[in-house]
């Protein structure tokens, strides 16, 4: 296949563009080589390259930024990401849109299934529901929308954050009260192409399965790594003052995708072993 990857510099469009370029003709595009808002030059990346399929990595991915800069996350997550959308449509490739965990409201205490209702409480998730909205409008017959969660990878993250301090023996100021699905990007990556390589379209979960919170996360990767005594404070989210509000609870469900695709994918625990063995 041809595929065109968005946002190749970032943490999952830099795995995106390995894995997938291990068996497929892949043009990997950063934000220098092309800025997603600019639509004249989405309509000429695409147009020019004919792809098979888009895995829109690129987004504004800074939550508590987006709560003062909401009409930049607007104008990239949702009017980049249309833009990308038809540029896909035009070229009768499927459009891949990587959504968020931060489109619910953290209510429920079961894993978000894809048809579970929406109700983003921050700017960036609202920004990601409407680019969802917007992608499935503007390629109704090749839109593929994958919600993840909690993503992390070398040097962007939170396990990379923990990890470094775990092994500087420095404190970790942790949050007690949110529960999420840890995400390897890798793993991501994977579960994008293997969407993309069945031709599946719709709406997908894709987490690592299971949930924990950041403190057993920690606790985990630091027996993993042979600490005994992780410094671990832990605070309440509203303590730490963030300007984003986060869901309390957005453990998803990956059903649909093993159905779908027949791959049982990884428990959150296995795949920061892989990470820490890749790391090594
Ligand atoms: N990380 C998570 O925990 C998480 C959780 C749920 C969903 N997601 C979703 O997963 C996807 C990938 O996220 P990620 O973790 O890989 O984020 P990331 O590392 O921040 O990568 C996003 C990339 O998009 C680029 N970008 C920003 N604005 C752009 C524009 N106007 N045109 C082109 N490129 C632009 C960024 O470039 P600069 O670095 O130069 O700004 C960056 O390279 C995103 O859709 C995100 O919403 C992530």
Redesign the pocket.
Known sequence: MKILI??S?????RFASTVAAARHEVLAL??AD????DRAAVDHAVGRFLPQAVLH?????DVDGAERHSGLAME??AV?AEWVAKAARDAGAAMVF?????VFDGERRTPYEETAPTCPRSSYGRS?LEGERRVAEACPDGWLTVR????YGPS??FVDWAKKRLVASKELPLVDDQTGSPTY?LDLAEALLALVEGEHRGLFHFVNRGETTWVTLVRFLASELGVKEPQVKTISGEALGRPAPRPAYSAMSVEKFEDATGIQVRAWQDALKRYLANSR
């Open positions: 968005t946002g510099g970032g943490l999952l469009g950063s934000r092309l800025d997603v808002t990595c690129a987004a504004y991915t990239v997550n980049g990587v959504s968020t965990d931060y990601k993840t969660g909690w993503v962007k993250g990007a």
